[in-house]
């Protein structure tokens, strides 16, 4: 049989997925945790989320130095001991502070959890927090800050982001320099103090485990003592812009950095699945309108991309891309022009379902492993989302229709509600 390559090969598009059921138990002080079990591998992942993240802080900086500092010594362990003791059952451990929220992860084999769980409740205790290891972060932190402001791509993403919701906001506020120098070590023992220590947090385990595993949990954690959960630093005032671009100049740069976007909402919005496709058409795959256009056509970039960052309280749309300095402005005139064409002309059907298609398909490829199985559940969990929510993902993607993408482009995308932020030159 002769193979016809002129002909492309068939496929069947994706219209449901099946996802292994949460487990949500109670530990004896109240902890909830939530139970992915996927026995795919010998492993796990235990994940102690806080609300600890820049909402609660009262000093920049504290809620990240906090949590980087859990592992660098205890009453009975020293930095060094912590990584030994960590490493020597092949554990890995993370620690991770966000706008909403803070989280200790520890992944190791599932023979192993009982071993590593005495000093995971150890580092979220008893952290001393010693001023030789501040000294020591601080100053690795203050040397990546200096060589990250004289990036355009970093600094670009700061004063966007400054930009849309103001520079003390929780989604606004970036670290700077002159904050991490002026951080004490009674700072970061304050926020750990208030936010951190016998404060409720949720535990998202998974992987190979099963009810075993949380009677271990149990032991270690379930018996901490607990306070009221904490309330949030911030006062909620909101930043109005005034709708005038940014641009900073760097006469020596070669490349400018392009932000163009705007406030949007979270995932919980009505709209948000029409948004997301429509985002998804103008710049959110490597066959988008965007990378077809100024990329493929105009040689300007080598890539530009827009997506929908969404956090707990808040959401954005964000087109970014690098271009050579002269191209600049023709790259903002392009960026505006492929956004009037999707308000004022409807998207073939071949368009949108090839796009469906590969939303579909990127949707289920990101479920391949038990972690970010838990991952997608964190959505549900921490977010308050809908519990089906992921089981209908691919139903609402493929419900929007191209009157839907007009609508929506017309709707979130005026050109007067697009903020734009340069840094390099035009």
């Not at 989280?103 to 952290?127: G, H």
């Not at 929007?400 to 840094?423: C, F, G, I, K």
Request: charged share 25%.
């Amino acid at each position: 049989m002769t193979l016809d390559r002129t002909q492309s090969p068939g496929f069947q598009a994706i219209q449901e997925i099946r996802l292994p059921a949460v487990q949500s138990h109670r530990l004896d002080n109240g902890i909830p945790l939530h139970l992915i079990s996927v026995a795919q591998q010998p492993v796990l992942r235990l994940e102690c989320v806080f609300n600890a993240g820049t909402w609660y802080e009262q000093v920049p900086g504290s809620a990240f130095f906090a949590m980087k500092m859990l592992s660098e010594g205890t009453p009975t362990r020293t930095s060094a001991q912590i990584s030994e003791y960590i490493d020597r059952y092949g554990a890995f451990l993370e620690l991770n502070s966000g706008p909403d929220r803070a989280s200790v992860v520890i992944y190791c084999l599932t023979k192993f959890l009982p071993d590593v769980l005495p000093v995971l409740r150890e580092m979220l205790t008893e952290a001393t927090f010693p001023q030789k290891e501040l000294d020591d972060l601080r100053n690795i932190t203050l040397q990546n800050l200096r060589v990250n402001y004289e990036k355009n791509a970093y600094l670009a993403g700061v004063l966007f982001r400054e930009k849309l919701f103001g520079a003390y906001h929780p989604y606004g506020r970036s670290q700077k320099p002159e904050n991490v120098e002026k951080l004490t070590r009674q700072d970061v023992v304050e926020f750990f103090s208030r936010v951190i220590n016998e404060r409720p947090f949720q535990i998202v385990l998974a992987g190979q485990a099963s009810e075993n595993e949380v009677l271990s949990i149990n032991r270690e954690l379930g018996q901490l003592p607990l306070r009221t959960d904490v309330r949030p630093a911030f006062d909620g005032n909101i930043h109005v812009d005034d709708g005038v671009p940014v641009l900073a100049d760097k006469p020596d740069s070669v490349q400018s950095s392009i932000r163009v976007g705007r406030r949007l909402f979270t995932r919980s919005h009505p709209d948000f699945f029409k948004m997301l496709v429509t985002n998804e058409i103008l710049g959110g795959y490597f066959g988008s309108r965007l990378m077809k256009n100024i990329r493929e056509e105009k040689g300007f970039t080598y890539g530009i991309s827009s997506n929908m960052p969404s956090f707990r309280q808040d959401g954005y749309f964000l087109i970014g891309t690098d271009v050579n300095k002269e191209n600049t402005q023709q790259t903002l005139d392009e960026i505006r022009k492929e956004i009037s064409t999707l308000q004022t002309e409807l998207v073939s059907m071949d368009e949108l379902e090839t796009v469906q298609n590969y939303m579909a398909g990127e949707f289920v490829g990101s479920l391949n492993t038990p972690f970010e199985i838990a991952d997608r559940y964190k959505v549900i969990l921490l977010d308050g989302m809908p519990i089906d929510f992921l089981t209908t993902y691919i139903h609402n993607i493929r419900q929007v229709t191209p009157s839907d993408v007009m609508e929506t482009a017309s709707r979130y995308l005026a050109p007067d509600d697009l903020q734009e932020v340069v840094v390099g030159g035009k």
